[in-house]
T-cell receptor, first 117, second 113 residues
């Protein structure tokens, strides 16, 4: 079974630009979560989508947005990029979204490393 | 108080010894507990999950959960240099977070030959 895939793997942008990252979950998984990882802040939750609906949202500004398509693939968009947005963006998928059980185990993709100049 | 707390390390353990990684969490309603391993420059990899009090063993890894003390640990037996990585504790299913998985900041483990 193929794992979570993310594209692109590396991205260099300048301040003020916008960027769209893509995530394809493991086949059959319907929940996709996005995280930002930086050396100083660790792994920070951005948002979670399940069946095309945003289920949870982290404490990030409105410049960060996402969506999920009917095939469970997800995209996240960052508008008006700032230097502080430079990070590794990780996507994780799970079978479902809920409170407990193995179906909630999240599996991560390789990440997209975004550098903002 | 952080929702999931881990000692950042680095934790240095001799090869062949037992490495013990600890994690505490604040949401008493939490129901799912995970350990991820992350090598430098790579994404986190799920190595253990535990849902009920007690021990769960998988090869050289043992996860221990004590919900009354809000404490979860990971033991790595016969530590190998390839175990050198950052280990992330993650918790979900709490009253305040429901389906969201909350990660600790990770413990850096170094296995010395």
């Amino acid at each position: 079974k193929a794992g979570v895939t993310q594209t692109p793997r590396y991205l260099i942008k300048t301040r003020g630009q916008q960027v769209t990252l893509s995530c394809s979950p493991i086949s059959g998984h319907r929940s996709v979560s996005w995280y930002q990882q930086t050396p100083g802040q660790g792994l920070q939750f951005l948002f979670e989508y399940f069946s095309e609906t945003q289920r949870n949202k982290g404490n990030f500004p409105g410049r960060f947005s996402g969506r999920q398509f009917s095939n469970s693939r997800s995209e996240m968009n960052v508008s008006t990029l700032e230097l502080g947005d430079s990070a590794l963006y990780l996507c994780a998928s799970s079978f479902r979204s809920g409170r407990a059980g193995p179906d909630n185990e999240q599996f991560f993709g390789p990440g997209t490393r975004l550098t903002v100049l | 108080q952080k929702e999931v707390e881990q000692n950042s390390g680095p934790l240095s353990v001799p090869e062949g010894a037992i490495a013990s990684l600890n994690c505490t969490y604040s949401d008493r309603g939490s129901q799912s507990f995970f350990w991820y391993r992350q090598y430098s420059g790579k994404s986190p990899e799920l190595i253990m999950s535990i849902y009920s009090n007690g021990d769960k063993e998988d090869g050289r890894f043992t996860a221990q959960l004590n919900k009354a003390s809000q404490y979860v640990s990971l033991l790595i037996r016969d530590s190998q240099p390839s175990d050198s990585a950052t280990y992330l504790c993650a918790v979900s299913g709490g009253y305040s977070s429901a389906s969201k998985i909350i990660f600790g900041s990770g413990t850096r483990l170094s296995i010395r030959p």
